[in-house]
């Protein structure tokens, strides 16, 4: 079963305007964000992102995040900690194996996750 919280920040984000489809896939519940835009200095200016969290959110921490299997960096090379290919949700995905070492459950949220996807994105470039 989907966590509460995390249905109502999903049902937030998509009220302003954010494409998101939630699902539960092998035991982790997810999100992917169609169209997520990136930063200058990758191969594409958007690209959909899935976050796999886990049914224990908020207080199992996200961890990871993926892009769409062809994003790369716009000199072709791939962005450090990102060399893996992995299949979720019948697609391929390219593994960005970022870790947010700082994650509050009483005070994050999927915001302050996207926060820190948006400032990994635009470091590795």
């Known amino acids: 079963?989907?966590?509460e919280r995390l249905v109502e920040e999903i049902?937030?984000?998509a009220d302003?305007?954010?494409a998101i489809v939630l699902t539960e896939?092998?035991?982790m519940a997810c999100a992917v964000f169609g169209g997520y835009p990136l930063p200058r200095g990758y191969n594409r200016s958007y690209s959909d992102l899935l976050?796999?969290?886990p049914l224990s959110y908020p207080n199992g921490k996200p961890d990871m995040f993926?892009?769409?299997?062809?994003v790369v960096l716009v000199n072709g090379s791939v962005p450090k900690s990102a060399e893996h290919i992995e299949t979720c949700l019948d697609r391929k995905w390219r593994r960005f194996s970022w870790h947010m070492t700082n994650w509050n459950p009483a005070q994050d949220d999927l915001r302050t996750y996207?926060?820190?996807v948006n400032s990994r994105l635009a470091k590795s470039v």
Do not use: C, I, Y
Request: hydrophobic share 45%; proline share 4%; aromatic share 8%.
């Open 11 to 13: 049902k937030a984000l």
């Open 51 to 53: 976050l796999r969290l």
């Open 1 to 3: 079963m989907l966590p």
């Open 16 to 18: 302003e305007g954010s």
């Open 114 to 116: 996207l926060e820190f």
């Open 25 to 27: 896939s092998d035991g």
């Open 66 to 70: 993926w892009l769409e299997s062809d």
